[in-house]
Every structure is written in C-alpha cells, then in structure tokens.
C-alpha cells in the first residue's frame, strides 16, 4: 500500500514518517525529492540551485524524481506498506502556483503517467495555519520554495485541497496543530485501517 504524507513545508510531515520509522520495522520510507541516485541531484538542483530555474525545468525534475522513486522503490511491492513525505498531490499544486495557465487535469495526467499509470492508495493530508507556519518557520533555515512567502505557501496547501477532491483515493485530513503523539495516533488507524 503506497501512502503520500502531503502538505506544505513545516506541517510535520517529516516528524511523523519518523515516527513510524520507528515504530513499525516493516515499513518502507521514502521522501520526494530523492529516493534514487538521480533523486538524490535532482533533490540539490531543485532546492539548493545558486541559478533560478524555468517553470518547465523545475516541473520537469519533479516528474523525472517521481517516475525513477516509483519505478525503483514503489512498483510491485503491494503487500508492503510505504509512506512517502511529499508525492504527486505536492507536485500538482506547487506547478498550479507557479503556472496559473495550466490545467488541473493536465497535470494529473502527467503525474498518472509519471506513477505509471497509478495513483496513491492514500493520502494522508497535513492542514495548517498563517500562525503555526510563521512559528516554525522562525526554527529552520529556509529553502529557495520556502522563501516565497507565506501567503504562496497557505496558496498552495488551498490547491493541494483542490486536487485531492478530484482523486479517487482515500484522505485523511489531520489538524497540524495537534500533538505529535495524537496525530500519529489518527494516522496509525487511518493507514492500519486502509489496509486491512
């Protein structure tokens, strides 16, 4: 069962995937970008690049990520539980942000295309808020997607929320403000249950 843990930067999508890391040996933990070799350069130029990228090429390096992550590490392993920090539903809205000219469906196709023709099995969405992003983001150095601005990121979590209402797979939508142990609580039921 392939899961996607989506939402914007700072939402603790990453806390939580360390979390079951520890808790559950058997599954499997990826994060986009960068699960492969070619993830792993594709990962530094889109996010550490001194050069500003264009639209297509940055949207481009994600789908090469995605295809090459799902090829190596997700296809055919369907008995194995694998939750993976970021995935498609990322890779649909942050291109919507950049690029208001292109089409929601277009984009679906292409990341379809990218996965194989498949789609996750669930998707475990992080919702946030303007004063939790400006708390925790005042902890971290910034990337180059996160100095965009906080009204870019809450733009592209409102987009995320547009195209998991066009999927047909299962979410579950968790308050980011709770605790971490309550969150995990949510999410080891909802993926537990989406498994049996």
């Known amino acids: ?23 559950h040996d058997s ?3 990826l994060k986009e ?23 297509n ?3 481009f390096l994600f789908l090469a990520d995605r295809a090459q992550n799902f090829a ?11 939750l993976s920090d970021r995935g498609m539903i990322s890779g649909i809205a942050y291109a919507l942000a950049n690029n208001q000219d292109l089409k929601m469906d277009f984009l679906i196709a292409l990341n379809q295309f990218a996965l194989g ?7 475990v969405f992080f ?5 939790l992003i400006v708390a925790r983001l005042e902890e ?13 990121l809450l733009k592209v979590q409102d987009l995320m929320e547009a195209v998991l209402s066009k999927l047909p797979v299962r979410v579950l939508k968790v308050d980011a403000q709770q605790t971490r142990e309550k969150i995990y609580q949510e999410i080891e039921e909802f993926i537990y249950d989406t498994s049996a």
Not at 117 to 123: E, H, M, S, T
Not at 127 to 131: A, E, G, I, Q
């Open 1 to 23: 069962m392939y899961v996607i843990f989506e939402g914007i930067d700072t939402t603790g999508k990453s806390t939580q995937i360390e979390l079951f890391k520890q808790h």
């Open 27 to 29: 599954i499997i933990t």
């Open 33 to 55: 970008p960068g699960n492969t070799k070619l993830g792993e350069t594709l990962r530094d130029l889109i996010l550490n690049s001194e050069h500003s990228l264009a639209f």
């Open 57 to 59: 090429t940055e949207l």
């Open 72 to 82: 190596e590490n997700i296809a055919g392993k369907d008995h194995d539980i694998i």
């Open 117 to 123: 023709g498949n789609l996750p099995d669930a998707v």
């Open 127 to 131: 919702h946030t808020n303007r004063d």
């Open 140 to 152: 971290k150095e910034h990337d180059n997607i996160e100095q965009r601005g906080i009204d870019y």
